[in-house]
């Protein structure tokens, strides 16, 4: 039976192919990663497009949670400041409910109650990086406006709405509390009940004055049961923030699964083309160059 | 009795046989590294008898013919296989370019899709300011460029293949015209009963690398060939060839056509068929995907940008230039129609602090808006898609050359030239010859003894 009396095409192909394989395991030892285009496993670089863009998306809500904490909490220790500024009132109010003052005490103490009003109107304009944070999305203006029209002293000319932000898969949080569900709510207005303190002072009228500081108290329970809001908003962040963490945890391992050369493998694969190349370069260069030719005396 | 003068043609008649097949020998140790060349073996007949009664004498030997060794079938199947190889390598070799455009960078579209919406997330978290505005704006110009270039790169790689068509058009023309021309040395010797071996070589070799580059179906008919594509359009009918033509079309590519009639869509293996078809199908295919996802992306981010207040509290204007209403091209003219931040229209009640507008527009992003298919899940669809071809493509590749090594392998063994059959041939020609020199001179001497007999008597 006759053979192929010319093995070197074969050869030849053999060595194109380990060295192609060298090539290639090299390119995965350098770059680290075992897909490098889509075409080296096309299911694998589609699941890293997912990876990557959810793992941006963990990235990019872990930085609006960031900014929404800072907003938080500034509204709420703005709230705080309030709610002090409302205790101090409620201790003048009821020291000017005492009996034994006369009446330019009680013009002194309406004073600083006046001061506390003015105190507590500037804390409700709180303007955090350029907006007003109790204004409802009306954020350009200051909610509260001085008007001598009005009952309280002061007209709001904010919204009622709120903003949410999506900050995580199917998670979304509210991020401000208006004015009008804080300060001003309907049956607990802490404007109204700060100018009813003051008249009252202003009046001498000891029954009007310890309504008045009945009145101040219900709106500082009122605004620390609003408080709560923000206690609940950073737990749910914090807690948002600990899931997002061990989310882009697993996403990272999972790229490093899809995507990551198996260092191990390839270097043990290299080796192998490496002696295989090495064993046909010797074949090619031991391939007889002998033939009958050589031998024929003639 | 037989006579002297007969014993000396036999014997002549094996010195000039046995030289024939030497110069089969001579001519198969020169061609040894010949591509495409078949052995000649030497067909060696006794010569017809005489009768002299009561003898029947042989009267030598006949170099009937020299023969080339070669397999149709073998050689059939080799073209066959070429016809794939080329095709193949020229689809992996397109393909593989083409894929570049979706590697996950920096600025590749899966990468912009997702930091655009990034931006819209901070957007809603400070809906009036102006530097994170800014950003949003930033980043749908980059996303837009994103689309851009892809689309521009596959563009240029439709351009570069359709050079390619046009060459190897060319190139086929220039191998049909060899193949007719070798027809007619073909014809020419073998109507004359000669073998016509290296001619026959040197058209299989040209039918060969015709095959590479485009589907050849031949058909053998009286000492001659007639070659078609696969679908019947000549190539060559006896000595005359019959060339392509390459003709623009709308589209500004160049459409193959034979005797006035566009074959183009008819061309399936070879190089200009693998060439074709990435050509005309993968790559219009791959645009068109990118087209629905730059139109989905823009009309929906449109709607919503149109459906709530800017900065200003007025109705938005729309954010993308709205792309054409067929979508062809939508990728490659991508643009943001806005420049001044303040015209993104973030809010849903009007007030330049209301998010809702921007959440809105932050939650297409896990939408069904591209032909059923979040942005994220579609282009994902598309990286796979084109990885896949190419993989796929590869791996046919690999098999093919696999098999066409084979082949060749194969008809190495019936029809290459082993020079140590040669050598130990010369060996039995060049003793055969030397034998019947031998009996030359034997019969030399022999008639010398008769003439000195005839003398002695004189």
Redesign the interface.
């Given at each position: 039976m006759?053979?192929?009396?010319?093995p070197l095409?074969?050869l030849l192909?053999a060595l194109d192919q380990t060295q192609q394989q060298i090539n290639t395991d090299l390119a995965q030892i350098s770059s680290g990663q075992s897909v490098?285009?889509?075409?080296?496993?096309?299911?694998a670089?589609?699941?890293?497009?997912?990876n990557?863009?959810q793992t941006?998306?963990a990235?990019?809500?872990l930085?609006?949670i960031g900014?929404?904490q800072g907003e938080l909490q500034n509204a709420d220790s703005t709230l705080n400041s309030v709610t002090t500024a409302l205790q101090t009132a409620i201790s003048l109010g009821v020291e000017g409910a005492t009996g034994t003052l006369n009446d330019s005490d009680r013009a002194a103490i309406a004073t600083e109650v006046q001061g506390i009003q003015s105190q507590v109107l500037s804390l409700a304009n709180l303007s955090y990086?350029?907006?007003?944070v109790f204004?409802?999305?009306?954020?350009?203006t200051a909610p509260y406006v001085l008007d001598p029209t009005s009952p309280s002293g002061v007209t709001y000319v904010g919204?009622s709405?709120t903003?949410?932000?999506?900050l995580g898969?199917q998670f979304?949080l509210q991020?401000n509390l208006p004015g009008s569900e804080l300060f001003s709510a309907s049956g607990t207005d802490v404007f109204q009940a700060l100018q009813d303190l003051i008249t009252g002072l202003q009046s001498g009228d000891t029954t009007s004055i310890s309504a008045a500081v009945g009145e101040v108290t219900s709106t500082a329970n009122y605004l620390d049961t609003q408080r709560v809001f923000y206690g609940n908003a950073e737990n749910q962040l914090n807690a948002q923030q600990t899931y997002l963490n061990s989310d882009t945890t697993q996403l990272a391992q999972q790229q490093n699964t899809l995507g990551a050369a198996d260092l191990p493998a390839v270097i043990s694969s290299l080796t192998t083309a490496e002696t295989a190349h090495q064993a046909t370069l010797e074949a090619v260069a031991g391939v007889t160059q002998d033939?009958?030719?050589s031998y024929?005396k003639q | 009795m037989s006579s002297l003068n007969a014993s000396l043609a036999t014997a002549l008649s094996g010195l000039s046989a046995e030289q024939g097949a030497l110069a089969a020998t001579t001519n198969n140790v020169a061609n040894a590294n010949t591509p495409g060349y078949s052995r000649e073996v030497p067909v060696l007949v006794s010569s017809d008898p005489i009768v002299v009664d009561p003898l029947t004498l042989g009267t030598g030997v006949t170099l009937q013919s020299i023969e080339s060794i070669r397999d149709p079938i073998l050689e059939s199947s080799i073209q066959q296989e070429s016809q794939t190889q080329g095709q193949l390598n020229a689809q992996v070799a397109a393909l593989q370019q083409t894929q570049t455009n979706f590697v996950t960078s920096t600025s590749d579209i899966g990468t912009e899709i997702t930091n655009f919406f990034n931006n819209i997330n901070q957007l809603a978290t400070s809906p009036s300011d102006l530097s994170v505005r800014q950003g949003v704006l930033t980043a749908a110009d980059n996303l837009a460029t994103s689309f851009n270039t892809t689309a521009n790169s596959l563009s240029q790689q439709q351009t570069s293949l359709d050079q390619s068509v046009v060459e190897t058009v060319g190139q086929i023309n220039q191998l049909t015209g060899q193949i007719a021309q070798l027809n007619g040395q073909v014809s020419d010797l073998e109507n004359a009963g000669e073998n016509a071996g290296s001619f026959v070589d040197q058209r299989q070799q040209a039918i060969d690398q015709l095959s590479s580059l485009v589907d050849v179906s031949v058909i053998p008919s009286n000492n001659t060939l007639t070659l078609t594509t696969a679908n019947g359009t000549p190539l060559v009918l006896g000595q005359q060839s019959f060339n392509l033509q390459t003709q623009l079309n709308a589209d500004g590519l160049h459409d193959v056509y034979a005797q006035g009639v566009d074959i183009t869509s008819s061309i399936t293996s070879g190089q200009l068929g693998g060439t074709l078809q990435v050509r005309d199908q993968q790559i219009p295919a791959l645009q068109t995907q990118l087209d629905t996802l730059a139109t989905g992306l823009a009309n929906s981010v449109n709607g919503v940008q149109t459906a709530g207040y800017d900065l200003n509290g007025e109705l938005g204007t729309n954010f993308f230039n709205p792309p054409p209403a067929s979508g062809t091209g939508a990728a490659a003219s991508l643009s943001v129609a806005i420049t001044d931040p303040s015209l993104i229209a973030a809010s849903s009640d009007g007030t330049s602090g209301s998010n809702g507008n921007a959440e809105a527009m932050y939650a297409l992003n896990t939408q069904p808006v591209i032909a059923g298919q979040t942005p994220t899940d579609y282009y994902s669809g598309v990286v796979f898609n084109v990885g896949n071809d190419v993989s796929n493509a590869t791996a046919e590749q690999t098999a093919s050359s696999q098999v066409l090594a084979q082949l060749n392998d194969q008809r190495a063994s019936v029809s290459g030239v082993s020079l140590d059959e040669e050598a130990a041939n010369m060996v039995q020609y060049q003793n055969a010859y030397a034998a019947s020199a031998q009996v030359i001179t034997a019969i030399n001497n022999m008639m010398y003894d008769v003439i000195q007999m005839t003398t002695l008597t004189g």
């Open positions: 006759r053979v192929n009396p010319n095409p074969d192909a490098s285009v889509p075409s080296d496993d096309p299911a670089a589609a699941e890293l497009v997912q990557a863009a941006s998306a990235d990019q809500f930085r609006s900014s929404i990086q350029g907006t007003y204004a409802g999305t009306a954020t350009q919204n709405n903003n949410s932000v999506t898969n979304s991020t033939n009958l030719f024929l | -």
